[in-house]
């Protein structure tokens, strides 16, 4: 229960509460007794004043004269009035049961008149004010007495204690209803938390098709859609990595599954003669070699999901077409394939040569290969305003409209079987498009109107100032 994030919400907004409340209850009422503290001393000073101003024509207080000067004064609404000469002695009682005349009266406040000294003090308990106050009555610049008063005053205490039951009455209602505010409004904020703290949990055990369903639009329910968004693309990424796996997988399989086969072969057959065994050797080579193939382009496909790529340099497009062109003329001869490529000078960029290379050579590969005898292969690369274009055209059958999307997905094939006959591994175009959009380029793929494919490379040209800065 500690650790909940409702609880220390819940008690936060209690304790806030609590303090607000407590503020609400003192500092009011401490003001208002302050307030009625002040008027009172300010009220029997003036009392007594009006009191010391009769007496003040006397050389010398007895009880007679003082009873005489009293009797005078107005009335006034102080409980208790006495009056003493130097020595402390009351003279004058306004008290009719227990006069203290004739004894001494050494109150605080009396003391302090004695030495000269207007004394007064407030106090408020058992629901009323104590209010005394004494000042020095003089004659000739001489102490000849004192004058001192008190009262008793339960109306504005009363008063007081109204305001003080009505201040209780609405704290508590307050306090009830914010209390239960806060439980729902922590509940609301942890209630979303929790959602995103359980799809989290989900998606962790490998539910990736999980989703956080938090609604509204604070800042929890955003975080909530950027994590659904990461959850799409990490299952995309799932999804792409679990079919590579599988793919890879299978394709490793099927060559090592024919080289076991083929050995199996040799070994198990008596008497085998020596052209079939050579022929079984060929055949296990030709696996070997389309398994190195395999391995080879895995390799270069996790080297670029690393981004571990070579460093950049300025790179002459047309000598790199023009060597492709001669290894690829032999094997367009033999499969009867005519395969003609033009291009136009200047066509340089930045990235390696042995890019360059893989890009032109496995799109003109693909290309013969899956072309038929008495078809044609057109290469062509030219210059479009700031791009470097190169294009690979042939005659053959085409792709379906339905396959042209994932045509460069990894180990994808529109036709598999003629595809492994063919010797390809389904990863040429994954490591072209790939390597181009590594270096900023872009590559499409096609069909042309009079039948056939065409792929489409464009990179960013480099021109001539920015070769030079960069060198």
């Known amino acids: 229960m500690w650790d909940s994030l409702q609880f220390r919400f819940g008690v936060s907004y209690i304790l806030v509460i609590v303090g607000v409340l407590l503020l609400l ?14 008027s009172k001393t300010a009220t029997m ?21 003082v009873a005489n000067a009293m009797a005078i004064t107005q009335e006034t609404t102080f409980s208790r009035i006495m009056v003493t000469d130097s020595a402390g002695l009351v003279l004058y009682d306004s008290r009719e049961t227990g006069s203290v005349v004739g004894d001494y009266a050494l109150f605080a406040e009396i003391v302090q008149a004695l030495m000269g000294l207007d004394a007064s003090s407030c ?20 102490i000849i007495g004192a004058v001192y008063a008190y009262e008793y005053d339960t109306e504005q205490a009363a008063l007081l204690s109204d305001l003080q039951s009505n201040l209780l009455r609405i704290s508590a209602v307050t306090g009830a209803v914010v209390m239960v505010l806060s439980l729902i409004l922590s509940k609301a904020l ?16 490998g539910a990736y098709s999980h989703r956080a369903e938090i609604r509204g639009r604070d800042e929890i329910a955003q975080i909530g859609e950027e994590f659904n968004s990461l959850t799409d693309r990490l299952q995309t990424t799932e999804t792409a990595r679990r079919r590579f796996v599988s793919d890879a997988s299978h394709e490793l399989k099927t060559p090592l599954a024919a080289i ?35 391995t080879e382009d895995l390799l270069r496909l996790t080297r670029l999901d690393n981004g571990i790529l070579e460093p950049m340099t300025e790179v002459d497009v047309l000598p790199v077409l023009e060597q492709v062109m001669r290894m690829m003329s032999l094997v367009a001869q033999e499969k009867g394939v005519d395969l003609t490529y033009s291009a ?28 038929a005898a008495g078809g044609f292969v057109q290469v062509s690369l030219a210059l479009d305003e700031e791009q470097v274009v190169l294009t690979v ?17 990894r180990f994808y094939r529109v036709d598999k079987a003629r595809s492994r006959a063919a010797g ?48």
């Open 45 to 65: 000073q003036s009392g007594i004043s009006v009191m010391i101003n009769s007496l003040s024509g006397l050389d010398r207080l007895t009880e007679e004269n």
């Open 344 to 371: 136009a000078e200047g066509c340089t960029v930045l990235a390696t040569k042995d890019e360059i290379h893989q890009v032109i050579y496995n799109l003109t590969d693909n290309a013969v290969k899956y072309s």
């Open 190 to 205: 942890t209630q979303k938390i929790g959602l995103l703290l359980t799809a989290i949990r989900e998606v962790r055990e």
């Open 25 to 38: 209850n003192t500092y009011p009422l401490l003001a208002s007794e302050d307030l009625v503290f002040r």
């Open 393 to 409: 055209a042939d005659n053959g059958v085409g792709i379906p409209e339905a396959d042209l999307p994932r045509i460069f997905e």
């Open 123 to 142: 106090t408020y308990q058992g629901g009323a004010f104590r209010s005394r106050a004494a000042s020095p009555v003089l004659y000739q610049n001489q």
């Open 424 to 471: 390809g591994t389904g990863l040429g175009l994954s490591i072209v498009s790939d390597t181009v959009k590594r270096r900023g380029g872009t590559v499409e793929a096609a069909n042309r109107p009079d039948g056939g494919s065409l792929f489409t490379v464009r990179w960013p040209r480099l021109s001539r100032a920015e070769g030079g800065n960069s060198l």
């Open 260 to 294: 076991r086969l083929l050995s199996d072969s040799i070994l198990q057959t008596e008497s085998i003669d020596l052209d079939t065994t050579r022929e079984f050797v060929s055949d296990i080579g030709r696996e070997a070699e389309r398994l190195s193939r395999i």
